[in-house]
């Protein structure tokens, strides 16, 4: 492999010259792609570094020079993988309405032929998602399309590819202009405000990285000249605030704003905004702003998400806020300008079952209002669900606890009443006795709060308090409930997990071509079995197709949102080689199957094993030869992630 220190360290072995074909063919490189290296290694020093002629290539310092050092070895600012090559070229023709010849693009990025081809084949892949083309006559490639579209794909650029230096690469007309990403999302914050609207955290970074877009490409002279749609918006808050943005950002820019783009800007502002009742929703306030279509589709879909998971109702609060929530995503859908979720990845690995009911939510809302929600807005309606079982989560793994005194001035009624204030439904208090009078061999409770030491062989802990409480003796109580709570959870959902995972459902090294093959063949085996209907594969596959499956770069599970298999299964598959599944990989799949008859137990044990899948228990349960050691480093694994020695 060519870099720049090799490619010094061997003319400098030689210290004569060597012929261009014959240093090129030593790296496995074209002679243009080598120019291209000694170009940039010239054109990184004060003076010249390698001498070039007819003869070859020759390094013009001694060998011994410092430039060896680690100190002043030419860095590569060249980028590395496609992704960061491709963004790299989408920032070029971004720049360059006349197009760019194919050969300098290869030359900037010092690759081969085949390697830019590749590429361009790749950014022509994406661009189409944004409505783009690549359009090529002759050895210029210009990319074509919309003004909006362009904005599009930057937005996508700067908030999924900005680590690949897509920000660093773009002219930042505000940083020039000395104006902070804090002063602008202020001035944002303060003209919604002042208009009664409300932006969330991500809302106000996306209208502030859209208003950058647009400033930055205003400055280049490409505004947006197609007509946006703004039927109804010129009198809203939405213009009013635009409006306001605008005339600060042209009194800071020094440059003037088209009505087009503040038509545009308008439109940002209304999609990623709404009346500024901030976090208080109710049915009352969201008919106030919406259309009875948007309540109504909401109901449905949650409705359909209760059903299919087996849930609780939910509340009317619940419905206003995710229906206010479900409005601006539809303007957003509709308007190809999608939210950026910078936690879509971490929430969909941290959180898988939250995360697959979002799924379920956002195919329900994509048939009802015939939009395609992105894998960024279902980590938006994630966040909706997830924070709805936060605030009404009822624990099942309630603990008993028995308070002992010492029969003196009733302080234990103080400390009852201490307990119950600090951990509510979570405990109960089985029993409250003198100490001097109970036989501690027949103590029957999860723990013992107690002024004595005292052996209590039936309780899982026995925590000694002194008479007048402190605040150090209700930590101990709180250390307490929380191992035996975490104790609880691993022993049921090690229980539920051998009652789901049995051996004929395990195999080693089940492969086939793609990750569809492997579906079908593994539920065609399912089917004959007995555990599922003929229409369970084809469910299976409609979930995978709304979104992969494949979590923690090892893991996939896929499984049906819609169709109940006949029982409640895990099948397991366990293979050397990785998968393809998506945009990930996977060794470790597991076919999920459920049925409504013991849907609360087979949660407990879905909800546990993608959590340790989901850890670095993965790497060590995929070098498992057989069901039994599968399941017992499984079980080992859910014990540690509970804070349990196994």
């Known amino acids: 492999m060519i870099t720049d220190e090799a490619l010094l360290r061997e003319l400098a072995d030689k210290d004569d010259w060597i012929g261009a074909s014959k240093l090129a063919k030593t ?13 940039r290694i010239n054109g990184s020093s004060k003076s010249k570094v390698i001498d070039s002629s007819h003869s070859g290539y020759r390094l013009v310092c001694p060998p011994n020079s410092l430039l060896f050092s680690k100190q002043t070895t030419p860095t590569s600012s060249v980028p590395e993988g496609q992704d960061a090559r491709v963004s790299h070229l989408f920032a070029q023709l971004l720049t360059l309405e006349q197009g760019a010849g194919i050969y300098e693009l290869a030359d900037s990025l010092c690759v081969a032929d085949s390697t830019i081809m590749s590429d361009l084949q790749h950014a022509r892949e994406m661009a189409r998602a944004f409505n783009l083309t690549l359009t090529r006559q002759r050895d210029i490639v210009r990319l074509e ?12 650029l700067m908030t999924e590819q ?12 505000l940083q020039k202009k000395s104006y902070s990403t804090l002063q602008l999302n202020a001035l944002i914050a303060k003209a919604l405000e002042d208009e009664g609207l409300y932006a969330s955290d991500y809302g106000l970074r996306n209208i502030a990285l859209h208003l950058s877009i647009m400033l930055n490409r205003i400055s280049q002279g490409r ?11 010129e009198e ?16 800071q820019c020094d440059m003037p704003i088209p009505k087009n783009e503040l038509h545009y800007l308008a439109l940002i502002v209304s999609v990623n905004s709404h009346e500024g009742y901030g976090t208080r929703s109710s049915i009352d306030t969201a008919k106030a702003y919406l259309n009875e279509a948007d309540l109504h589709a909401t109901r449905q879909a949650v409705h359909a998400l209760e059903q299919a998971y087996g849930l609780e109702q939910f509340g009317d609060d619940f419905i206003a806020r995710l229906a206010i929530h479900v409005h601006s995503l539809v303007l957003r859908a509709k308007g190809g300008s999608y939210l950026p979720n910078p936690l879509a990845e971490k929430t969909k690995a941290s959180y898988p079952l939250i995360y697959d009911m979002s799924v379920f939510l956002a195919n329900k809302l994509s048939d009802f209002f015939d939009i395609k929600v992105n894998e ?17 989560f009822i624990d099942q793994d309630i603990v008993t606890v028995s308070v002992l005194h010492m029969g003196y001035n009733d302080l234990h009624v103080t400390l009852i009443e201490r307990l119950q204030k600090m951990f509510g439904d979570a405990i109960i208090i089985a029993r409250v006795d003198s100490v001097a009078r109970v036989d501690s061999a027949l103590l029957r409770s999860d723990i013992v709060v107690t ?22 003796d209700l930590d101990a109580i709180r250390r307490a409930v929380d191992s035996v709570r975490s104790k609880k959870q691993a022993l049921r959902a090690v229980s539920a997990l051998r009652q789901f995972i049995r051996p004929e459902l395990f195999r080693r090294n089940c492969y086939a071509k793609t990750h569809y093959e492997l579906i079908e063949l593994l539920c065609d085996d399912c089917k004959e079995k007995g555990l599922c209907d003929s229409d369970f594969r084809e469910a299976v596959l409609e979930r995978e197709r709304l ?12 499984h049906s949102v819609r169709s109940f298999a006949r029982e409640s299964f895990l099948y397991l598959v366990v293979n050397n080689r990785p998968l393809k599944w998506g945009n990930q990989k996977a060794n470790i799949i597991l076919l999920i199957g459920t049925s409504g008859d013991d849907r609360d137990s087979f949660k407990v044990a879905y909800e546990e094993l993608l959590v340790v899948l989901a850890e670095s228990y993965a790497a060590d349960l995929a070098k498992c030869t057989t069901y039994g050691a599968f399941v017992d480093q499984l079980e080992n694994a859910i014990m540690i992630e509970h804070g349990l020695a196994p």
């Open 27 to 39: 790296f496995g490189v074209t002679t243009r792609t080598l120019r291209s290296y000694v170009r």
């Open 145 to 156: 399309g919309t003004e909006r579209s362009k904005r599009r794909l930057i937005s996508h």
């Open 162 to 173: 900005g680590d690949l230096g897509f920000v660093s690469l773009t002219s930042q007309l």
């Open 223 to 233: 505004t947006v000249s197609e007509l946006v749609d703004t039927q109804g918006l």
């Open 236 to 251: 809203s808050a939405a213009w009013r605030a635009a409006h306001s943005i605008t005339i600060t950002a042209i009194s």
């Open 376 to 392: 960024d807005e279902i980590a938006f309606l994630a966040f909706h669900i997830g924070g709805h079982f936060e605030n009404v």
């Open 451 to 472: 002024p004595l030491p005292l052996q209590v062989p039936l309780a899982e802990r026995v925590v000694v308090v002194s008479p007048l409480v402190s605040d150090d």
């Open 547 to 558: 979104s992969s499956t494949a979590f923690g770069g090892m893991c996939a599970a896929p």
